[in-house]
């Protein structure tokens, strides 16, 4: 009986976890908001893409 309740209340959250709402056109807001930072890029930061 406990694992019916269980696997009945884990399917909604199964469901509910799949739905993404992603919008139709992604924006670059916010993208330059550091920039002003001018921080250097390492060796090791270039090398990991």
Same mark, same amino acid.
């Given at each position: 009986? +406990?694992?019916i309740l269980f696997i %009945?209340? %884990?399917?909604?959250v199964l469901v509910l976890g799949q739905y993404r709402d992603i919008p139709d056109v =992604? @924006?670059? =807001? !916010? @993208?330059a908001a550091g920039s002003f930072l001018k921080l250097e890029t390492s !060796? +090791?930061?270039i090398g990991m893409g």
């Open positions: 009986m +406990r694992k %009945l209340s %884990l399917i909604p =992604v @924006t670059k =807001v !916010a @993208t !060796a +090791r930061a």
